[in-house]
């Protein structure tokens, strides 16, 4: 079952996403990550920031999240986590496709460039990598984040940014 996160799930989206950001442990760049992935403080301001976290039940007990956040003209999916033993069995796409179908705007997501399986991921789901001076100017436009993490991340877009802005 797919359903809004609330204040209450606050403290179960923290440990999945720092479950789940287990897996950018020795691949991303050592500068970039750290322990936990990501702190209260840090998820409560994204948050705070306007992330609509949506969640996967299963057996009553949340097992993936993924968020939500309109900027200026798009949409983002951001902090899209799903527990590690629960990998490789739907959760993901389900959510993701439920996301895609809560917006008409076009779609932009974020990622390490080094996570391989996320980049795979979202492209059998239609999203297509942008070129990197693009993903540059995307990033410092609808993210906050630090100048390295742009330099390390990639951005991938749906259908509709590519035809609405891509010529
Ligand atoms: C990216 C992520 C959210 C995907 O979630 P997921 O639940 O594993 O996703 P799915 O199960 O829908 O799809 C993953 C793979 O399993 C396959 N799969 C889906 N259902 C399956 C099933 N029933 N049996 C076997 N394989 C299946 C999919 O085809 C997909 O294959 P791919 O790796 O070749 O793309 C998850 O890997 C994750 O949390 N990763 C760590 C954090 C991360 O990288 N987040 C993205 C940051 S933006």
Redesign the pocket.
């Known amino acids: 079952m797919i359903r809004q996160c609330n204040n209450k799930d606050f403290e179960t989206i923290y440990v999945i996403i720092n479950d ?2 287990q ?2 442990k020795g691949v991303i760049p050592p500068d970039v990550w750290k322990e936990p992935y990501m702190s209260k403080d840090e998820l409560q301001h994204e948050i705070d920031n306007g992330i609509v976290f949506w969640g996967y039940e299963e057996g009553g007990e949340l097992v ?1 999240v ?1 968020g939500i956040q309109q900027v200026q003209d798009v949409t983002l ?6 527990c590690t033993v ?9 959510l993701l496709s439920y996301l895609q179908e809560q917006t008409t705007w076009p779609v932009l ?4 460039a080094d ?1 391989i ?2 980049i ?2 979202y492209k ?1 789901h239609g999203f297509r990598l942008v070129t990197l001076k693009e993903k540059d100017r995307l990033l410092r436009k609808y993210w906050s984040i630090s100048e390295r993490q742009i330099e390390t991340s990639i951005v991938l877009a749906d259908q509709k940014w590519f035809s609405a802005y891509w010529y």
């Open positions: 789940s950001a897996a950018y993936g993924m999916i951001r902090h899209a986590y799903v629960k990998r490789n069995r739907g959760i993901g796409s389900k997501i974020g990622t390490w996570a399986w996320a795979r991921f059998k």
